[in-house]
């Protein structure tokens, strides 16, 4: 068992540090009071890959694993959660659906452009009614011809205020339950489709998270992915890989709030020294970054069993359930290290703790990780 990256993966990942202090921290607070995200940073990390790491250079990707993917995932989101869901929406759940389920046809009319940095994509599983049950869709599609007909309304799209390319899930027999909701590819210039301006959120405010309305939008039946009815199946397995990007971002939001704090308590004086020369300050340190590293590690390991090809779908659910939870733990521990001044937006660690709140909903809620790793316990 090797823990180490390779040397690639380090120099990817100092990459994406890099960049992430260069271009994304100087404007992060600027993006969150706003509730703007920068479509000139958004158009910076399409020209340098960081929308198509994990996929083949057949379509213009990457070509890099999973695990690196995750690296990226976690040094943005040190910064800036917002841009890390921004990233992990577009990667894992848009083009991880064409990828897997996609014709070649699909892959070279939709796919490539999504990797190669031309266009952005979106997942559009939500509905008002329909969350964590996200068998009880209401959308419909109906064939009419060569085309089939959405109908129907979806809620927290993420990326949809900007998406080029939106994968839809709808019921096309509302007889068969989940096995009667299909898949299919929707370009948002197609007439029918319309974007609410953005949900206010208390958290990830800069990324884009709208309503969009399905009004008799026609859609080809080359634009269905699979079959009729598998639908539910593309979504639920994309939503395993995607919790290995949100367990990601977990950890980044984690770790960059412990290096804030980190930094203000050698400089911060109380009672005529340093905080960090009391031991309750560094105890508390040293158990945050045991946390966090525990979480880290097993994000790592959900990876390389995705890049394995094995069945992830429970570490999967275990890295977000875990990471999740250290992220809102260490948040709030580090916005107390700062105690006035972390309440206060002058430093990022309240944006922070505001941000890693929704990674214990999206994407599957720390109950729903919950059931899914119950349903795969065996004695062992």
């Known amino acids: 068992m090797d823990f180490q990256l390779s040397k690639a993966q380090q120099l990817q990942r100092d990459l994406f540090r890099r960049f992430a ?27 340098l890959g960081f929308l198509g790491i994990p996929y083949s250079t057949k379509y213009g990707g990457g070509g890099a694993d999973t695990l690196t993917y995750t690296l990226c995932m976690e040094e ?16 894992s759940l848009c083009c991880g659906c064409i990828n897997d389920f996609g014709t070649e046809e699909q892959k070279e009319k939709f796919l490539r452009p999504l990797v190669s940095g031309q266009k952005v994509g979106c997942f559009s599983l939500t509905e008002p009614n329909a969350g964590s049950d996200a068998s009880g869709l209401q959308t419909t599609a109906v064939l009419d011809g060569d085309s089939y007909v959405i109908n129907g309304s979806k809620v927290f799209t993420t990326n949809s205020g900007f998406a080029d390319i939106f994968v839809v899930f709808a019921v096309t027999d509302k007889a068969m339950g989940s096995d009667g909701i299909s898949a299919f590819i929707v370009e948002r210039d197609t007439p ?28 080809p039946v080359a634009n269905r992915l699979r079959g009729e009815g598998k639908g539910y199946e593309i979504a639920m397995h994309a939503l395993d890989g995607g919790r290995i990007g949100i367990g990601a971002q977990s950890v980044g939001i984690a770790q960059g709030a412990l290096n804030e704090a980190l930094k203000y308590v050698k400089e911060r004086k109380q009672f005529g020294k340093p905080i960090s020369a009391f031991q309750n300050t560094r105890f508390k340190l040293a158990e945050m970054q045991t946390q966090v590293d525990a979480a880290r590690l097993m994000v790592w390991r959900a990876a390389m069993m995705k890049d394995n090809k094995e069945d992830y779908s429970a570490a999967a659910a275990m890295c977000k359930l875990f990471a999740s939870d250290v992220a809102n733990q260490v948040t709030r521990g580090c916005v107390q290290l700062l105690g006035g001044y972390g309440y206060s937006r002058e430093y990022p660690v309240e944006r922070m703790m505001r941000d890693a709140k929704i990674t214990e909903i999206y994407e599957g809620t720390s109950e729903v990780m919950k059931m899914v790793i119950y349903g795969s316990l065996k004695v062992k």
Do not use: F, W
Not at 22 to 47: F, V
């Open 76 to 91: 943005v989101s040190k910064v800036d959660a917002s841009t890390g869901i921004t990233i992990s929406v577009h990667t």
């Open 21 to 47: 202090e260069k271009e994304i921290r100087p404007i992060a607070r600027e993006m969150d009071e706003t509730e703007t995200y920068s479509m000139d940073l958004l158009e910076k990390m399409q020209k």
């Open 192 to 219: 029918g489709l319309s974007v609410s301006a953005n949900i206010p959120r208390m958290g990830i405010r800069a990324a884009s998270n709208c309503e969009v309305a399905y009004e008799n939008v026609r859609v």
